[in-house]
């Protein structure tokens, strides 16, 4: 069967780069109106058979993981932070994977790197981020401590809140090694498989880490792009798609889906020439709109900061996190316990961000 095109129904350039701006759930729903889909309920997968009522030149809803029972596995996580800190460290992940496949193709032979450390000395040359405040204030020091905040700018977490939705969204970004459109689910949309277990110098094993925030997104959507010089065979372009959570009618077992092109699972794409054009270079997007946060709601805006030192103690690398228009780079708490006396007990640890909306109390 013939992949369903985006070109059959719209302009590809304008239709991604409107796509790679969506922020809200009313965002996502009038771009998938644009397409041909197939409503949820005419379609259901079987996993033997996924081919069997496939409406040709339909985009469907397909399972994550391609498992229908698959609930329960992407409910798993405890605190609303958890998915975003999963997906963090994904981030984290594939930008030590773009270094190790770039070494890797100047020399197949390179040993890979034994841990997760020893892979951010050899590719980024920075310590372990709460070595930095430590560091003396040598000209060399300086020129680690600006690397590091440099490598910041390379993976991006956004929280943005739409005032007329009253709604969250949040916006994981990074620069790293992407994954080809024929290859996305089977990677960032797999459930129990990973492409990390035989890698000791990533974190990830499991497989299932980053899917745990569509449970807390009304939808979610990906956009993806390996690295053209990394391609291995597979053809270059960006992939691109919508998660949501599905409840059949008159079935208690819910599940989440996200839109395919072909039976098989693969997702929408646009070509090389488009994702170009529309000025999407490699790396991976993720956007949960609709984000529940839970108990305590609006404050959230000025907890994000804190939670996240929290949660990523000590993490591989810096990233930058934006709450609205006010930004600050993540190192950790680590790395804030030690700058504490060399910073002469300034209060480090009340980086002020706004509330979002006007300072009324959160949805719950
Ligand atoms: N930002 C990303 N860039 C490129 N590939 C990614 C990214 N995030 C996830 N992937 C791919 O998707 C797969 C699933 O990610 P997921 O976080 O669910 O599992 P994992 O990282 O392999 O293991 P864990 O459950 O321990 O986090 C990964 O194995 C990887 O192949
Ligand atoms: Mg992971």
Partial sequence: MKETLLT?????????????????????ESLVATLGVTP?????????????????????????????GNAGRIKHA???VNPIAERTINGMEALIELARQREMARNNSTPAPKSPREAIDRYFGIPALDVLPKLDNSTQSKGIRAKARDLARQLRLRLVFDKTLREFTVIIEDDGVGQPPALIHKTLLSLGSTTKADKLYLIGVFGQGGSSAYAVSKYSWLVS?????????????AGWTVIKHIFPRGRR??????????????????SKVDADKAGLAHGTRFVHAGYDFGRGGSAITRQLYQSMNHVLYNPLLPFELYVGPTS????????RLSSLPSRGNLPLFDKAFPELHGGTRGRS
């Fill in 8 to 28: 059959d129904f719209v302009e590809p350039v304008p239709f991604i780069k409107k796509a790679t701006k969506a922020t809200s759930t009313t965002d996502i």
């Fill in 40 to 68: 949820e309920q005419d379609y259901a997968f079987d996993e033997e058979k996924p081919e069997r009522g496939w409406h040709s030149g339909k985009f469907h809803w397909v399972p994550v993981g391609r498992e229908r």
């Fill in 78 to 80: 405890n605190y609303p």
């Fill in 225 to 237: 792009r390996r690295a053209p010089d990394l391609l291995g065979g597979e053809t270059d372009g």
């Fill in 253 to 270: 077992d819910d599940y989440f889906a996200y839109l395919a092109c072909h039976p098989d699972g693969r997702v929408p794409f646009v």
């Fill in 328 to 335: 600050a780079v993540v190192y950790g708490n680590g790395y």
